[in-house]
């Protein structure tokens, strides 16, 4: 039997609504590292070694069971997008079995999960194995100051999970690549009435940039391209606006994709003929593509199995947003992500997570990782 068999749900709900009334937004040092201590105690009483990687927008805890040569992942994080005092608005609720509160499915319930594996294996684990979970608190931003020590940990990896959730009977095979970009243009300050044509519009160049971008989008090859903020002027009718910018993003599947995409954006940026005008174009970052490789169709083969021995339907969906997935599947290891609670409307204030299927996600991941290891 699985000890977590003998947990009563309502024992774990009431830590889990614990987790999910601890503010966590993103780039919150100070409350992130309050969740990210009450997780460390739970996950040392689990049983694992912790280790607190000190960061600038709030501590990355690396958890281990096991010393042997052949590792699994596991990866969650802590930090939601939503501000302080959410927690205290709409606090953890149970209607049924559907679980509301902010970060309840995205990504509280995974991180509860995780805790709950590292249990299991703490007494259950093959002298030649070992289990580490990557529990970060800046996911939702870009994973930037975690995505080294991710990396480390998939390279000495044989396969990973990643505990984000996923929609009811579904899990996540493959993912797009994400990049972000930012385009500035500087043209040149005049009086619009007094000296006109002396001025050098910098939003005039910036709406033939945001139009030519948007022609790269193509639905066909599913690579899609978004402007999500532009900003600048001077705030009067009667100037010609001197600066101007923009920020967006573009998602595709192929990293061949992505370098065509960052060429053409570049181009894009380059076209401007008028020397009194300057564009400038940077790619600050992004997550890679998530391919669903052979070794990670096996993978899910075996969790297909395993979720059907426990009364579960689990089917591959291919997503267009990132997780830290992506950045373990580009050591080339095998990825499975989406395998923790099943919910949907992640970051808005409809967001549920069920609870009358946790436990079976749970089981169906020990046991995909207990059959993994006795077949690897």
Same mark, same amino acid.
């Given at each position: 039997?699985?000890?977590?068999?003998?947990?009563?749900?309502?024992?774990?709900?009431?830590?889990?609504?614990?987790?999910?009334?601890?503010?966590?937004?993103?780039?919150?040092?100070?409350?992130?590292?309050?969740?990210?201590?009450?997780? @460390? *105690?739970? %996950?040392?009483?689990?049983?694992?070694? &912790?280790?607190?990687?000190?960061?600038?927008? !709030?501590?990355?805890?690396? #958890?281990?069971?096991?010393?042997?040569?052949?590792?699994?992942?596991?990866?969650?994080?802590?930090?939601?997008?939503?501000?302080?005092?959410?927690?205290?608005?709409?606090?953890?609720?149970?209607?049924?079995?559907?679980?509301?509160?902010?970060?309840?499915?995205?990504?509280?319930?995974?991180?509860?999960?995780?805790?709950?594996?590292?249990?299991?294996?703490?007494?259950?684990?093959?002298?030649?194995?070992?289990?580490?979970?990557?529990?970060?608190?800046?996911?939702?931003?870009?994973?930037?100051?975690?995505?080294?020590?991710?990396?480390?940990?998939?390279?000495?990896?044989?396969?990973?999970?990643?505990?984000?959730?996923?929609?009811?009977?579904?899990?996540?095979?493959? @993912? *797009?690549? %994400?990049?972000?970009?930012?385009?500035? &243009?500087?043209?040149?300050?005049?009086?619009? !009435?007094?000296?006109?044509? #002396?001025?050098?519009?910098?939003?005039?160049?910036?709406?033939?940039?945001?139009?030519?971008?948007?022609?790269?989008?193509?639905?066909?090859?599913?690579?899609?391209?978004?402007?999500?903020?532009?900003?600048?002027?001077?705030?009067?009718?009667?100037?010609?606006?001197?600066?101007?910018?923009?920020?967006?993003?573009?998602?595709?599947?192929?990293?061949?994709?992505?370098?065509?995409?960052?060429?053409?954006?570049?181009?894009?940026?380059?076209?401007?003929?008028?020397?009194?005008?300057?564009?400038?174009?940077?790619?600050?970052?992004?997550?890679?593509?998530?391919?669903?490789?052979?070794?990670?169709?096996?993978?899910?083969?075996?969790?297909?199995?395993?979720?059907?021995?426990?009364?579960?339907?689990?089917?591959?969906?291919?997503?267009?947003?990132?997780?830290?997935?992506?950045?373990?599947?580009?050591?080339?290891?095998?990825?499975?992500?989406?395998?923790?609670?099943?919910?949907?409307?992640?970051?808005?204030?409809?967001?549920?997570?069920?609870?009358?299927?946790?436990?079976?996600?749970?089981?169906?991941?020990?046991?995909?990782?207990?059959?993994?290891?006795?077949?690897?």
């Amino acid at each position: 039997m699985h000890p977590w068999c003998e947990i009563n749900l309502d024992e774990f709900l009431k830590r889990l609504e614990n987790y999910v009334n601890m503010d966590t937004p993103s780039g919150n040092k100070e409350l992130l590292d309050k969740m990210s201590d009450s997780l @460390r *105690k739970d %996950l040392f009483t689990a049983g694992c070694d &912790v280790t607190v990687h000190e960061r600038e927008g !709030g501590n990355v805890l690396e #958890a281990r069971i096991g010393n042997g040569q052949k590792q699994l992942l596991l990866l969650g994080h802590m930090d939601t997008v939503f501000p302080e005092g959410t927690a205290e608005k709409r606090p953890f609720k149970r209607e049924g079995d559907i679980l509301t509160g902010p970060g309840v499915l995205d990504m509280k319930s995974g991180v509860l999960m995780i805790t709950e594996i590292m249990r299991h294996f703490a007494g259950n684990l093959p002298d030649d194995w070992s289990v580490c979970a990557v529990l970060n608190c800046d996911e939702e931003i870009g994973s930037r100051q975690s995505r080294d020590l991710i990396l480390e940990k998939a390279r000495t990896s044989k396969a990973c999970l990643c505990m984000e959730p996923m929609a009811p009977g579904w899990c996540t095979v493959a @993912r *797009k690549g %994400l990049y972000s970009f930012r385009v500035h &243009v500087k043209g040149v300050a005049a009086h619009s !009435g007094v000296n006109y044509q #002396a001025g050098r519009s910098a939003i005039q160049e910036l709406c033939r940039i945001v139009t030519d971008l948007y022609a790269l989008r193509d639905d066909e090859a599913q690579i899609s391209v978004n402007i999500g903020g532009i900003e600048g002027g001077a705030g009067k009718a009667n100037i010609v606006a001197e600066n101007a910018s923009l920020m967006g993003e573009f998602r595709c599947f192929e990293p061949v994709q992505a370098e065509r995409m960052k060429e053409e954006i570049t181009a894009i940026c380059q076209k401007n003929t008028d020397p009194l005008i300057s564009v400038k174009v940077e790619f600050p970052g992004g997550r890679p593509p998530m391919p669903q490789s052979e070794a990670s169709k096996v993978l899910f083969g075996l969790a297909k199995r395993c979720a059907e021995a426990n009364g579960l339907t689990l089917q591959g969906k291919i997503h267009g947003g990132g997780s830290d997935g992506s950045y373990a599947a580009s050591t080339g290891i095998p990825v499975l992500d989406g395998m923790g609670a099943e919910g949907e409307f992640s970051h808005t204030d409809r967001e549920y997570a069920r609870a009358d299927t946790m436990m079976m996600r749970l089981k169906t991941c020990i046991d995909l990782m207990t059959v993994y290891m006795k077949e690897n």
